[in-house]
């Protein structure tokens, strides 16, 4: 509380300031601090949009969720649609040293030496050998990728991959610097460059006068504010922040009604998925119906309406629609007859149900999720599951270890097109998955998608793909994203892609221009 306050003093004092010395600056509310800014071991939504500020990738993503030139001018593509050959700009690192291809090879082969702390690295699986590699089974220097020259990055794949340019503006196909130590971010290529960071404050950045486009770049510079949502509006209210609320924080419940009744509440669909983990290789969550049953328990619309607010919608699906995906619904929402059925015979089957636990991350929402979800299993299964809040940096950690029963997750999607979410839970060792579930057919049909050339064909497999999941249960969805926030209206062109990522590259402060 000491420190909110001091915060929220310093705050005040300062916005006379920041008005009259520099209105090009936007400040943001954040609920938590990024995890880590280094491309290579992110993972958090904090992680995304910080690291979309201070690096870019071959392409970069647009506000429309298009795609554009970054780093590399242009692009040859083979005829078989199997080699691209990227050409690089002229373009540099925040410290004047030459961004080259080698600086994309040396992140990319790095993520795929075998235990490396990459969550994400399957997304090197499209590449030749990436995940051969990736598993052990050939030498990192086999992966098809190669550098003719500074200026020139050849990527054969295994295959056609028609997501593939999307993937190389996520944040994991980002370069990075040989001698700079990414954890503190000391060189980066992006639109900013980062000033300081203090985790239990806030994240800084300015403009990186060294970035290729740097006369694109309007605003100054970006504060991240590390606060609860609480203070966040009371900061608002006083004009001291510029944006509160999604996607990097949350707005309080008991606001929403009157925030929408006078038409500041601003609300944006995004492809983005809230639901919870269950950890399937111990006791008793790795039997099914118990699984089932705790999934088929949860009243998601009622959730919705009490606890979330806002444009969110109930999930019966892992995939929210998109441009290439109509939801499917693979269950119905607070099926509790069968619920009850499932969990009847899991006890059964089970002989003793030892205690439960459900791990969180103490954001005021979801602390309110997860009491609710507490008391739904309670009224509808009489099963009373406990709840164990922790910092963010021991969640992730106990997600990756597997040291849980039940933990509440998200994905959001790092390009628009389904595979992004389905291919999470591929296999077990995926450092997002973080489940222990793996399902032979549930792969083959997930590799048989990536060799049709007919769409349609590719989305009934990945269809079927889901189902699976869906049955099997790794995962209880609970509601589609619907991202809501509340801007200043001298902030303008600062906008949220359709897979949830806050784009400062284009923004300004000021008169609309």
Known sequence: MIRIIAFLMLFLGMVSCHKEKNHHIVRVAANQSPQSLDPRSARSLTDATVLNMIYEGLMRQTASGGLAPGVAETVEISPDRTTYTFHLRDSHWSNGDPVTAQDFIRSWLGQLKPGAPAP??????????????????????????????????????????????????????????????????????????????????????????????????????????????????????????DWIGSPLSTIPPDAFDALEATGQLQAFPTAATHFLRFQVTKAPLNHVKLRQALALAINRRELIDNVLHGSQQAAMSLVPSSSKWQTQRYFADH?????????????EELHQLPPMTLIYT??????????????????TLGLWV????????????????EDYQIANGSWFADFDDPINFLEVFEAKDNGTNNTGWENSRYRSLLEQSSLVASSTERLQLLQQAERILMTDMPIAPIFFYSLNYLKAPAVHDIVISPIGIQMFRDGYKGEKQ
Request: no cysteine.
């Open 120 to 241: 994400n690295a399957f997304v090197f699986d499209v590449i030749k050998d990436g995940r051969a590699a990736r598993e052990g089974a050939v030498p990192i220097e086999q992966v098809g990728v190669s550098a003719p020259d500074a200026h020139t990055l050849v990527v054969q794949l295994e295959q056609p991959t028609p997501y593939f340019l999307d993937l190389t503006a996520f944040y994991a196909m980002f370069p990075i610097h040989d001698e700079a130590d990414q954890e503190a971010a000391s060189a980066t290529n992006g639109p900013f460059r980062l000033v300081s960071f203090s985790p239990t404050n806030e994240l800084v950045v300015e403009r990186n006068p060294d970035y290729w486009a740097a006369t694109a770049v309007k605003l100054e510079g970006v504060t991240l504010a590390f606060l609860d949502e609480e203070t966040s509006l009371s900061l608002f209210n006083t004009d001291a922040l």
């Open 386 to 401: 406990e709840l164990q809040a922790m910092e963010s940096k021991l969640f992730y950690d106990k997600l990756k270890s």
């Open 362 to 379: 103490p954001t005021p929402r979801n602390q309110q999720l997860v009491q609710a979800l507490q008391q739904q299993w309670y009224q």
């Open 335 to 347: 099926d509790t007859a069968k619920a009850k059925k499932l969990y009847s015979e899991a006890l």
